[in-house]
Each structure stands twice: as structure tokens, then as C-alpha cells.
């Protein structure tokens, strides 16, 4: 099976940075994307970024050139650079990624969910 781990969430000010990572583990043959969405109370939950393989990045209007997404694939782990942060950027922050495994010689193709961490800012 494959999990994703994040962590570095947290609390920040108005204008502050906060970074997170994600890690994904288990019987992984390839990773097609991993991303980051998130979920602020009473709203559905709306995708962040997301970077795929080969390199590329889509970003959520409301978080471009505040945000960076980057990888290493070395390490199968996702980061979210966020900075000038917004107190409307208040949610519950999930990693997403999908992922290929190769089981008993069989390819399927998955998406896998982190638990989510609460990023919150202050005003």
C-alpha cells in the first residue's frame, strides 16, 4: 500500500511563510503528480498546485506568485512554498499524488490522499 505523510503546518501572521512537505512510501513504481489542495470551513475542498512528470506546475490563481510547489523525486516528496500568506488562505491543507503500482505484474494507476494539516494565519 502507499501512504503520504505531510507535516509543517501551523500557525503564521499575516505575511508570513509556511512550508510543507509530503512524503510518499510503499510499493511505489512511479509517481505521475503529486499536488496539494485545500479545504477552509464550510467550502469544498479546491486544488492549490499540483507538479507533474515530466516537470510542470499549475497553480491556483489566487496563490500564484505567492506559492512555490517543487519535488524530489529522489525522495518521492512533495514541498509547498507558501509565502505572503493570507489569512483567506486559512484551511486544512491535503497532499494528493497519483501514483503507479506494479503489482503481480499488473500497472494500475491511484490517487492517494494525505490526513491533511491545518495551516492557519492570523490578521
Known amino acids: 500500500q502507499v501512504q503520504l505523510v505531510e507535516s509543517g503546518g501551523g500557525l503564521v501572521q499575516s505575511g508570513g511563510s509556511l512550508r510543507l512537505s509530503c512524503v510518499a512510501s510503499g510499493n511505489i513504481f512511479k509517481i505521475n503528480s503529486m499536488g496539494w489542495y485545500r479545504q477552509a470551513p464550510g467550502k469544498q475542498r479546491e486544488l492549490v498546485a499540483v507538479?507533474?512528470?515530466?516537470?510542470?506546475?499549475n497553480y491556483d490563481d489566487s496563490v500564484k506568485g505567492r506559492f512555490t510547489i517543487g519535488r524530489d523525486n529522489a525522495k518521492n516528496t512533495v514541498f509547498l512554498q507558501m509565502d505572503s500568506l493570507k489569512p483567506e488562505d486559512t484551511a486544512v491543507y491535503y497532499c494528493n499524488a497519483e501514483i503507479q503500482l506494479l503489482t503481480n505484474g499488473y500497472r494500475g494507476t491511484y490517487r492517494y490522499w494525505g490526513q491533511g494539516t491545518q495551516d492557519s494565519v492570523s490578521s
Open positions: 507538479i507533474t512528470t515530466p516537470e510542470s506546475t
